[in-house]
């Protein structure tokens, strides 16, 4: 009860004052993740997890659509060669799925599975690279008992090498938000439980990382920001906009020094993730979450869950870049087995 009192009057106060402006864009679902912008056709897509659902909503009109995958979802990235062609994590799977107005979601193809020794883990974030290799981690079960430690990983994954793909980190606890710098010489990554945002040299040619070294420290900045450090992204500076799951916020950092810069509120305790978009890559899109709220804070926090744009913040993002695993949902040069 304490927390959401201070975390209305924080709201209350970032909207009297000037500032960024947050504006709520989607009804509330019970957990959206995964925010990703594709510049091909100004949308939005983000995942509901737990049902597995992936939204795509249109910048020009506003109209937001939805198709339900039988486990849980995330990320959803779409293809380089297709744009109606997403490349998604499902339960511990990676799947083709397309989606256009003719053939609605109803072709769907396993990719790869992964990590049979922790059955019950799952993917929870994705991007990516320059060359479209996906750079995607899972997670290990979350139960009424907490988290189960040290099972997930961090794979990269090309056609060359995506069954197994190639284990990038292991082991991790909850593989969460990547994102690379604007030279592409750093990949900045987030193992939630540790409160810390990691920077290793990256060499895109090969797809390789090295020299790890701890570029952000929730740690460093008690009793100013609270939560752990979810999804992530970074703008044309190199700071690193990172979402806040039980803290309210999405925070700026500065990539090299390690400095917190800004704190953004969001109308949400749980914040998922956020991703740079709009026509000019200048709107920051937030998800945020009501899966572990209890019904008085629901009642609270009326918009948790819902996907927030927040304008105004001088400055704007880097393109994503999209998935270059298959030609098409039939190409055979990757993955072979229908779901």
Not at 177 to 195: E, V
Not at 242 to 253: F, P, Q, T, W
Request: glycine content about 8%; some cysteine; aromatic content about 8%.
């Amino acid at each position: 009860m304490k927390t959401s009192i201070i975390f209305v009057t924080i709201w209350a106060l970032v909207r009297a004052v000037p500032g960024p402006g947050v504006y709520q864009l989607t009804d509330p679902v019970d957990h959206s993740e995964s925010p990703t912008w594709d510049t091909r056709n100004n949308i939005l897509y983000f995942v509901n997890i737990h049902e597995g659902e992936i939204y795509k909503y249109d910048y020009e009109t506003g109209q937001i659509d939805s198709i339900k995958l039988d486990g849980e979802v995330a990320p959803a990235i779409p293809s380089k060669a297709d744009p109606n062609l997403l490349i998604a994590g499902l339960n511990r799977s990676v799947v083709a799925v397309e989606w256009n107005s003719e053939s609605p979601a109803t072709d769907r193809r396993i990719l790869t599975t992964v990590s049979t020794e922790f059955p019950t883990s799952r993917f929870n974030d994705g991007k990516a690279d320059k060359e479209g290799r996906l750079w995607i981690g899972t997670m290990g079960y979350e139960g009424p008992n907490g988290l189960t430690p040290d099972e997930g990983v961090f794979y990269e994954m090309t056609c060359d090498n995506f069954d197994p793909p190639l284990i990038k980190i292991a082991p991790v606890n909850i593989s969460n938000g990547l994102a690379w710098n604007k030279a592409n010489d750093k990949l900045y990554y987030i193992d939630t439980p540790t409160g810390q945002v990691v920077e290793y040299s990256y060499n895109n040619e090969k797809g390789e990382i090295s020299d790890r070294r701890v570029a952000f420290d929730m740690n460093d900045h008690i009793g100013v920001i609270t939560g752990s450090p979810d999804g992530m992204t970074i703008d044309e500076d190199d700071n690193l906009w990172v979402a806040l799951y039980g803290g309210g916020a999405v925070i700026k950092v500065d990539s090299s020094s390690g400095d917190l810069l800004q704190v953004v509120a969001l109308p949400a305790e749980d914040v998922t993730s956020a991703m740079w978009g709009g026509p000019d890559l200048d709107v920051l899109f937030v998800t945020t979450s009501r899966y572990s709220l209890t019904e008085e804070e629901k009642q609270q926090q009326p918009a948790a869950g819902a996907v927030f744009a927040v304008i105004g913040l001088d400055t704007k993002g880097l393109p994503m870049y999209d998935v270059d695993l298959l030609q098409s949902i039939n190409d055979q040069d990757c993955g072979s087995d229908k779901l």
